[in-house]
């Protein structure tokens, strides 16, 4: 087992024998500030440089996968520094969505709002069974749902279960969650690793039996899948209204 980061709770380590990288997230409930988004950038970046074959398994610890937007650095925030952080994250989101391998959420516990994100800028998801929830809390929150969050959970996410997510910030166990479409699969905290690292080395080209598996050409074809998201993440305004158009 290599271990390329470990820094201030995020940490990145690869399994040679399988080419599965784990990006490890233990900063408490995994809140979202720029300390959490520059960190995790750090490591996407040692991902998007690291030599095929590869996936990526990214998940938390304990029973948070992550609480979502730190609210309280918000509430001492300017504007503008609000605007930075939800932009570098939305940034962080694009990168992740259409990084050059398979990509593999490991929902080891609570998932709400900016975490619920995270996850669903991965290519696929799993979810313990025994404890944590996946929501849209933004309604609850009297916050508004902006485009990069809005068009990221219309590309992952049917609209009848989006409709009754977002406009109801229902929580999501995993067997509603599995029901519904939001994850593929769910195991117990025992086994998530395993499922996870399974399912992530499952999208090697050779386990797929590609003949020709190009990198570049698999991450244009994830922005052609998600290209309303891509966009609006990549070039939305945070703060633009509703009725904008990309």
């Known amino acids: 087992?290599?271990?390329?980061?470990?820094?201030?709770?995020?940490?990145?380590?690869s399994d040679e024998s399988t080419g599965v990288y784990t990006l490890r997230m233990d900063r408490g409930p995994n809140v979202v500030n720029p300390r959490f988004v520059d960190l995790l950038g750090k490591a996407i970046g040692k991902i998007e440089k690291a030599p095929h074959p590869k996936a990526l398994v990214v998940t938390g610890t304990g029973k948070f996968f992550s609480n979502g937007l730190?609210?309280?650095?918000?509430?001492?925030?300017?504007?503008?520094?609000?605007?930075?952080?939800?932009?570098?994250?939305?940034?962080?989101?694009?990168r992740l969505m259409v990084a050059d391998c398979r990509t593999?959420?490991?929902?080891?516990?609570?998932?709400?709002?900016?975490?619920?994100?995270?996850?669903?800028?991965?290519?696929?998801?799993?979810?313990?069974?025994?404890?944590?929830?996946?929501?849209?809390?933004?309604v609850n929150l009297g916050m508004r749902l902006a485009k990069g969050f809005s068009e990221l959970s219309k590309a992952k996410i049917g609209p009848r279960v989006l409709r009754d997510g977002v406009l109801t910030a229902k929580r999501y166990g995993s067997k509603e969650?599995?029901?519904?479409?939001?994850?593929?699969?769910?195991?117990?905290?025992?086994?998530?690793?395993?499922?996870?690292?399974?399912?992530?080395?499952?999208?090697?080209?050779?386990?797929?039996?590609?003949?020709?598996?190009?990198?570049?050409?698999?991450?244009?074809?994830?922005i052609e899948l998600y290209v309303d998201a891509y966009r609006a993440l990549t070039s939305g305004q945070f703060d633009a209204?509703?009725?904008?158009r990309l």
């Open 241 to 244: 209204p509703p009725e904008s």
């Open 177 to 222: 969650a599995l029901a519904s479409g939001l994850i593929d699969e769910e195991c117990s905290l025992e086994h998530l690793r395993r499922t996870s690292e399974r399912l992530a080395a499952a999208g090697l080209p050779e386990n797929l039996g590609l003949l020709n598996f190009n990198p570049r050409t698999f991450r244009s074809i994830k």
């Open 104 to 138: 593999v959420a490991s929902i080891n516990g609570h998932g709400f709002g900016a975490g619920l994100f995270l996850a669903l800028a991965c290519d696929y998801r799993v979810m313990r069974t025994d404890r944590g929830y996946l929501c849209w809390p933004e």
């Open 70 to 94: 730190d609210l309280e650095y918000l509430q001492r925030s300017s504007e503008s520094q609000k605007g930075a952080l939800i932009t570098s994250f939305w940034e962080l989101l694009a």
């Open 1 to 13: 087992m290599g271990v390329l980061q470990d820094e201030d709770g995020i940490s990145l380590t």
